[in-house]
């Protein structure tokens, strides 16, 4: 995001339509990132898919290996489908791409719609607004959509984290400054 914009999440949902390839490459990607982070530590962080065809496996092997080779291990992960207690559980509920989001409009109560949004929100400048699901492609398409992943997971990051404060001595008295921490640059995508 171009400005650090806070927002007080305490709990995140990924939401795809299977919960065995991009949700789960996401709940693992921003728990690793939440693992390296204290500010983001105690926060809740989940996955779920609209549908129950794959409840109870594992990740899609492909999107295991995609992301074993950034060093994060989600073989533990198990696909569940979202239901409508996570509309309350949930600060913060991210889909994957406009057909999850309508999906999870369609879910929710509309007292909970502001919290549901596109995960590639989170890296506006991209130019992606929707992370593609590579169950039907090749190691190519995975890749890819951990590149995508890890560019939003990392701008949510920084949304989730206080702006942090310096105090700055003017002229006798103590001025406020809020400070957002620097964009990391992005590596290039492949294809």
């Not at 596109?118 to 169950?135: K, Q, R, S, T």
Request: aromatic share 6%.
């Amino acid at each position: 995001m171009k400005d650090h914009v806070f927002i007080p999440a305490k709990s995140v949902l990924f939401v795809c339509l299977g919960n065995i390839c991009r949700s789960p490459i996401a709940e693992g990607v921003f728990r690793n990132l939440a693992r390296k982070s204290n500010a983001l530590s105690a926060l809740r962080i989940d996955s779920a898919g609209l549908g129950s065809w794959h409840v109870g496996q594992p990740p899609d092997r492909r999107a295991q290996e995609a992301v074993a080779g950034h060093g994060i291990d989600i073989a533990d992960l198990r696909a569940r489908q979202v239901t409508r207690d996570d509309f309350e559980a949930f600060d913060l509920i991210l889909a994957m791409d406009k057909a999850n989001r309508q999906g999870l409009l369609k879910l929710a109560a509309r007292q909970h719609h502001d919290k549901i949004r596109l995960l590639m929100d989170c890296a506006p400048n991209f130019g992606v607004h929707e992370i593609p699901d590579p169950f039907f492609g090749d190691k190519d398409g995975f890749d890819y959509v951990v590149q995508l992943i890890e560019a939003a997971c990392r701008g949510l990051a920084r949304s989730l984290t206080p702006p942090k404060t310096v105090c700055l001595q003017h002229g006798g008295s103590a001025q406020v400054q809020s400070m957002a921490p620097a964009s990391r640059p992005l590596a290039p995508l492949n294809g």
